[in-house]
């Protein structure tokens, strides 16, 4: 299966919580850019191997993470 995230920026406190749960490696970084809160929040690399678990948006105290499958 095959799945695509997104992590809301704004709601996002950087802690990165959904990195260390994540089973797949890549699949999440930090953005190296601060949101509005001051924040470094975590994106979604594109062309990764995410499978869509929902691991990540399960972990995540901020309810940032949106999981899409298909
Ligand atoms: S859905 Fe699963 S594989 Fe995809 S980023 Fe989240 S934890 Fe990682
Ligand atoms: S777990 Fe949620 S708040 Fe923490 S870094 Fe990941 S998306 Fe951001």
């Not at 095959?2 to 797949?24: H, M, R, S, Y």
Request: proline content about 4%; hydrophobic content about 40%; glycine content about 10%.
């Amino acid at each position: 299966m095959k799945g695509l995230i997104k992590v809301d920026q704004e709601l996002c406190k950087g802690c990165q919580l959904c990195i260390a749960f994540c089973p797949q490696k890549g699949v999440l970084s930090s953005a190296g850019k601060v949101n509005s809160a001051g924040y470094l929040p975590v994106v979604f690399n594109d062309g990764s191997e995410c499978t869509g678990c929902a691991i990540c948006a399960i972990v995540c105290p901020e309810v940032a993470i949106e999981v899409y499958r298909d």
